[in-house]
């Protein structure tokens, strides 16, 4: 566990490339920030300083070794694309979840959804050995609960008030997993969907 947070690991293929989240990013992901990307997060980005703060949030969960969170590189335009974040990181119970996942609007429904999941799903079950990988979304959120559905993730059910968010609302949420034993078709589900898609498609 503790080799983890030491040496912090960098994912990639041939078209993206996941690296641990710094300071320095928060320009980055403020230039492709929408007010879209929040309607169903904890809280809502309206200002670069604001942006800042989500970065840091995030920098000291992975400090205190709760979470792993990541920017996505486009190795062809060397552009900040999104983010991504492992968290509930459990060793002892083989477990984690991922998401606080967003891209900017002009690569939503792109390959870069697929290569994120395929990353982190394989360094998830084949480097760290886990057998449950948690996805949890707003019940509000068809859209995220069509894309977790897409991967072959098992719907398990909805956690009543689970967060307050921002302003104030307060959600539940649908709650998926995959496990180990379900990760090979998962795996292969995801590797056809990303050889479908072609190299420079971002649409």
């Not at 302003?167 to 590797?191: C, F, H, M």
Request: with cysteine; net charge positive; glycine share 2%.
């Amino acid at each position: 566990m503790f080799e983890l947070f030491k040496n912090l690991p960098t994912l990639e293929n041939e078209r993206i490339k996941l690296i641990p989240m710094q300071m320095e990013h928060a320009q980055s992901l403020f230039e492709i920030n929408d007010p879209s990307h929040w309607k169903y997060m904890l809280s809502v980005v309206e200002s670069e300083q604001e942006m800042k703060e989500i970065v840091s949030a995030a920098i000291k969960q992975r400090e205190q070794q709760s979470a792993l969170p990541f920017v996505v590189l486009l190795k062809e335009t060397k552009q900040i694309v999104g983010t991504t974040k492992m968290s509930y990181i459990d060793f002892k119970q083989k477990s984690c979840e991922i998401g606080s996942t967003w891209y900017g609007t002009d690569f939503q429904r792109s390959f870069v959804n697929t290569d994120c999941k395929l990353l982190l799903l394989t360094y998830c079950f084949e480097e760290l050995q886990m057998i449950r990988v948690q996805l949890k979304t707003d019940e509000r959120n068809l859209r995220s609960q069509k894309a977790i559905e897409r991967l072959s993730a098992v719907k398990e059910g909805i956690l009543r008030n689970e967060r307050i968010l921002s302003d104030g609302y307060i959600r539940n949420a649908v709650v998926y997993s995959i496990t180990n034993q379900e990760w090979p078709k998962v795996k292969k589900g995801l590797i056809d969907k990303r050889n479908s898609y072609s190299t420079s498609k971002t649409q």
